[in-house]
């Protein structure tokens, strides 16, 4: 059967099917959402680091590309149960109106990730201090042209980014890296400073990791050319004075622990496997690593296949990544899939 | 996703969300965090990239005056400027000072700072707020020296020691010198009551006044 069924509307999904149509093939895409693009479009992201284009120009353009070419698109639905194997799989896909049977010659699983929730770690007063945001929130209200304190609906003065929360720390078995916070934080911040020149920005960090293309340069500008303060050191806790907010956290180069008056702080929350994910991973028989996401075949020999013979996995479900990088991958496990069903492997 | 919805987290009957830690001292300090004083540096001549700067400790560990003078660290004066920390640059003067302008810094610099002129801008700063270096032992004597030859054409010895000594915070040795000079003078060697110009007053002014004039008029 000449068809393949790709499982997750966001970029890694969105890139597959376009390239499945464009070698010629069926494509059906399951899409959990009421809408296409996934977290970027849910989230509402702004800009897109490091080259600050608006998210929209660039998800907009993959889902317009699936829209275009003639891809099956299946919103508000969700794979519950798989029948088959090889090259024969039939799919239950539940929607709102009921249930419904997809044949597929090949599955792609691109189900993405989620942010931590940053209310597991009580100390830094996320869900108590309403001041105390995510970087997916200052993201929305990056996108809606006003950045303000929830409690009171001003413009802060002085802002603290904290990193890796809910990266980086075994105290939330989560010892890996988010691999965009660092990049993304530098982009708020430059935007932060962009609109608000008074603003005051601090990043607190423990190593900086910006490894893409572009992403070095993007921090350097955030330092460089707009005055954003990188602080070393990683935020220990919050407390709130009136109505400011204390950040506990030690500038590691002075040797000095300091409680410091803030107005807004942001925590840059990593990323974990979504629930679709860790439901497909189940679902397929998928192995899942000590970090939660799916593990495939060979993380440098064959990243986007799976044990599982017909089953080819990208993006995020594998992992932290960029757009850039889940697009990639959405567009290697499309070919990966059409070489299979041409009796390849 | 919605913010404050208040979530309790109560561990063994005790609520440990951030509003629980309120019941302890706070012990609040601004000034790590305050971009006052790096924003003055950076309008100071050679400051202007001050802000860029990392903190990798290229500069420091390559530092011609680091070996020399302890405490002598370029990258660490940058960070308490960001700081703003003026009480711990008022302290670190006397080091501060001490920078030879060899540039090597500023060559290895992978920010692209002028470590050199920032360094500079930073001893601009506290001669700004008026905090001067320390003499050194060797130009208070010159001074002392350059006084005495310059008001009376000669060097009483007397004088110049005790002057030394009292100038460089050290009356203390002063008194343990007190029996050496006793005996110099016994031996006629220094005199304890000078103060008188030399012979001929008239003649050394003379002197005076062209060494001035062939050293280009400075004084
Ligand atoms: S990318 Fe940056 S913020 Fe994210 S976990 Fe790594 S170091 Fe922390
Ligand atoms: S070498 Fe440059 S970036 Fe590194 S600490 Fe010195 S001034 Fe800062
Ligand atoms: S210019 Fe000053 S700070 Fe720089 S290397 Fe030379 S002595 Fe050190």
Known sequence: ?345 | MAVAQSPTVVVDGVELTGEWMNFLPFRVETDPFDDALLKETMTLPGGESLAKCWQCGTCSAGCTMNPYVDGFNPRQFIDLVRLGDWEEIRAKSDQIWRCASCQKCTHRCPKEVNTADVVGAITALLERRGVYAKPTNAEVFAEIFMDQVTNHGRIEEAKMGQEFYLKTGRAGELAKRAGMGMQMMLKGQMKLFGGAKVKHWKGMQEVLKRRRAAAGGAH
């Open chain 1, 1 to 345: 059967m000449e068809n393949v069924v790709v499982i997750g509307g966001g970029p890694a999904g969105l890139k597959a099917a376009a390239e499945l149509r464009s070698l010629g093939l069926d494509v059906a895409l399951v899409e959990k959402a009421g809408v296409l693009g996934g977290t970027p479009v849910q989230e509402k992201f702004a800009l897109l680091a490091p080259e600050l284009r608006p998210a929209e120009e660039v998800v907009g353009a993959l889902v317009k590309a699936v829209q275009q070419d003639g891809v099956q698109v299946h919103l508000n639905s969700t794979v519950t149960a798989v029948a088959g194997q090889g090259k024969d799989f039939t799919l239950t896909v539940q929607n709102g109106k009921g249930e419904e049977r997809l044949q597929a010659g090949a599955v792609i699983i691109a189900t993405g990730y989620e942010h931590f929730d940053p209310s597991v770690k009580p100390e830094y007063g996320y869900g108590v201090f309403p001041d105390v945001i995510t970087s997916a929130q200052l993201e929305g209200m990056l996108s809606d042209g006003k950045v303000v304190r929830p409690s009171n609906g001003q413009v802060p003065k002085k802002v603290a980014i904290l990193q890796c929360i809910g990266s980086r720390d075994a105290q939330v078995e989560r010892k890996y890296c988010c691999r965009v916070g660092c990049v993304v934080a530098s982009k708020q911040a430059v935007e932060l400073r962009q609109k608000y020149p008074d603003m005051q920005v601090y990043i607190f960090y423990m190593d900086i990791r910006t490894y893409g293309r572009g992403f070095e340069e993007l921090y350097w500008k955030a330092q460089d050319d707009f005055g954003v303060r990188f602080i070393r050191g990683r935020g220990a806790e919050v407390r709130r004075r009136g109505d400011e907010l204390l950040l506990k956290a030690e500038e590691t180069l002075k040797a000095r622990a300091s409680e410091t008056p803030f107005d807004m702080v942001v925590l840059t929350v990593g990323m974990g496997p979504s629930e679709g994910t860790k439901a497909m991973a189940s679902l397929f028989g998928l192995p899942v690593a000590e970090d939660g996401f799916v593990e495939p075949a060979d993380r440098m020999l064959a990243p986007v296949s799976t044990k599982a013979a017909g089953v080819f996995v990208a993006g995020t479900a594998l992992g932290p990544k960029d757009i850039e990088d889940a697009a990639l991958e959405g567009a290697a496990a499309a070919l990966r899939a059409a070489a299979y069903l041409k009796g390849g492997k």
